[in-house]
């Protein structure tokens, strides 16, 4: 008689930037009904969220994503021009060290793993070893933005580019279910009237969470433009400089676009030749990559998320 595999859950944690605070939200949900993975595999801000799950620093990496505001996330950019990103990433991963601490993954309480791209080989880097900060630096690093780092005789960025929501790697890790989020879909164009579903021109019920959006959604690229314009960025913000569409987009604001399409098309085909058991589609969209203020908004998206489907989960609770 064949032996029956032992059940291991698997959680992929997918990339989406700031979009990304709604794992911390979707963490906790999980954990409070008693879904507990047996494995963690991240990419991008997803290799951040699940490291601090992973070493029982959640609360502290929420209690500062929260405290957050537009002025506290331009402080923390410090401008990397000629190192391969607008921004080089050193005072952001300073105070990430000080939230998570100077660990080794094989110091995880949970069995993790790390996602980032070879730069020119173009090959998939999983992290399931050495420093934890050093594989979400590489595994953070968005083409263009944030600078590339040297690791292992590599230049890595973002896994994004990959894999962006990494069910493989909890496969390869020996997961038997994998429960996946994927913070990029539903993006919409500003051409596109949400109202309407074009498949068969009937009306959508409308999100609950595009009331409180709604302000940025008339100017969706508006953070992404001033942030590229110069380190004048604060007065610009201050005099409130409009960006309507009959402008061209900034810098900022093409590289994050175009990122949110690749990411989008590589998501859905590697999705559809692996899928998981469970996927999780919080409705995060609206929210800007580099919106890191929002924290508060993504995680209570994160929780209902969550909720959304509390009824499907209950095969994963542990006794």
């Known amino acids: 008689m064949q032996k029956k595999p032992a ?5 992929a944690l997918g990339s989406g930037a700031a979009r990304g605070w709604a794992l911390i939200g979707i963490l906790r949900a999980l954990d409070n ?17 699940g ?13 500062w994503a929260v405290s957050l505001d537009t002025w506290s996330v331009v402080r923390l950019l410090d401008w990397g021009m000629g190192r391969g990103g607008i921004v080089s990433g050193g005072r952001l991963y300073n105070r990430l060290e000080e939230t998570i601490g100077k660990l080794k993954i094989e110091e995880c309480l949970i069995e993790y793993a790390a996602v980032a791209t070879e730069l020119y080989t173009g090959r998939e880097h999983v992290f399931t070893s050495g420093s934890i900060l050093q594989a979400i630096r590489a595994s953070c690093a968005i083409p263009g933005l944030l600078s590339p780092q040297y690791i292992d005789g590599h230049w890595m960025v973002d896994g994004a580019v990959v894999n962006p929501v990494p069910v493989s790697i909890c496969r390869a890790l020996g997961a038997s279910h994998v429960i996946a989020v994927d913070l990029n879909c539903g993006r919409l164009t500003p ?12 009306p959508v019920e409308k999100d609950q969470n595009s009331d409180s959006a709604n302000a940025y959604d008339q100017q969706p690229n508006k953070f992404q433009d001033l942030l590229g314009e110069s380190k004048g960025f604060l007065e610009q913000w201050v ?31 590697r999705l559809m030749a692996d899928p998981p058991e469970i996927l999780l589609q919080p409705k995060v969209s609206h929210i800007g990559i580099l919106e890191f203020n929002r924290a508060a908004e993504a995680i209570k998206i994160g929780e209902q998320a969550v909720a959304q489907i509390a009824h499907l989960l209950a095969d994963y609770r542990r006794s």
Do not use: F, W
């Open 239 to 269: 005099k409130k400089i409009s960006v309507g569409n009959n402008q061209s987009p900034g810098m900022v604001a093409v590289a994050t676009s175009a990122i949110d399409i690749m990411q989008n098309h590589i998501t859905r085909s």
């Open 7 to 11: 059940y291991k859950l698997g959680l």
């Open 191 to 202: 051409a596109h009237d949400p109202s309407l579903d074009v498949r068969n021109n009937a």
């Open 51 to 63: 490291a601090a799950y992973a070493t029982h620093k959640l609360p502290e990496l929420e209690e």
């Open 33 to 49: 009904l008693g879904v507990k993975p047996d494995v963690i595999a991240g990419c991008s801000i997803g290799s951040l969220v």
